[in-house]
């Protein structure tokens, strides 16, 4: 009981720190925007926005288009949840 009171303080301090983090970041974005630049450079860091453009797999349009395929592919994996309620 000890143990979940604290590690739900723990997890309830990470979320506040993690919105701070995200105002900091947003707060830098909008800078970016506001300048028009993608990279900043200053005295001890070098700062990037950019966009990245990548190309996934979209599985569940595979599956429905060729489903002898996907299955030919498709590899199952398992994973262990641990959660509170």
Not at 4 to 9: A, M, N, Q, R, W
């Amino acid at each position: 009981e000890n143990r979940i009171k604290k590690l739900t303080e723990l997890e309830e301090q990470i979320t506040k720190l993690q919105e701070q983090a995200d105002a900091i970041k947003g707060e830098l974005k909008t800078e970016f925007e506001e300048k028009g630049i993608d990279e900043l450079k200053t005295k001890n860091f070098l700062i990037r926005w950019k966009e990245i453009v990548s190309s996934r797999l979209d599985s569940k349009a595979l599956k429905a288009a060729l489903p002898d395929v996907y299955n030919q592919f498709v590899k199952q994996t398992s994973s262990r949840r641990f959660t509170v309620a």
